[in-house]
């Protein structure tokens, strides 16, 4: 058993003494991306079940993490109960209970937080919305 003993005080030993401390844990990476993260506009071309729209988003920012996000369209919007049908071979359309045309132009206002601006890089990174 001495012997044992032994041998387990000398590995206890070797380990140690090769054993080293852990280098300090590195500083934080710069953040390039908060230049990158402005305020901006943009059109949008929107299609839709009813037809095409156009539409404007505009984002400010406000810290580096939050932004101010505004966005309106002008879509096309019919009655759900308005079927088209088709007759005849050559594709003539008839609508019946056709009224009129009707126009949404809805206006979306919220904010945008970013998250893990330290960790993820710019274009992958996931935001939560309030609007």
Do not use: C, I, W
Not at 32 to 47: I, M, P
Not at 77 to 90: M, P
Not at 99 to 106: M, T
């Amino acid at each position: 058993m001495p012997a044992v003993l032994r041998l387990f005080a000398a590995v206890l030993l070797a380990s140690a003494a090769a054993a080293t401390a852990q280098p300090a844990e590195p500083p934080p990476r710069p953040d390039t991306t908060a230049a990158r993260f402005g305020s901006s506009t943009a059109l949008a071309l929107r299609l839709s079940e009813d037809g095409l729209g156009a539409g404007a988003e505009a984002r400010t920012r406000l810290t580096d993490d939050l932004s101010f996000v505004s966005e309106t369209a002008l879509n096309a919007a019919r009655d759900e109960r308005e079927q088209q049908f088709f007759v005849g071979l050559l594709g003539e359309t008839v609508t019946p209970l056709k009224r009129s045309y009707a126009v949404l132009l809805p206006l979306h206002v919220g904010l945008e937080r970013r998250l893990f601006r330290q960790a993820v890089e710019d274009n992958v990174r996931p935001f939560v919305a309030l609007t």
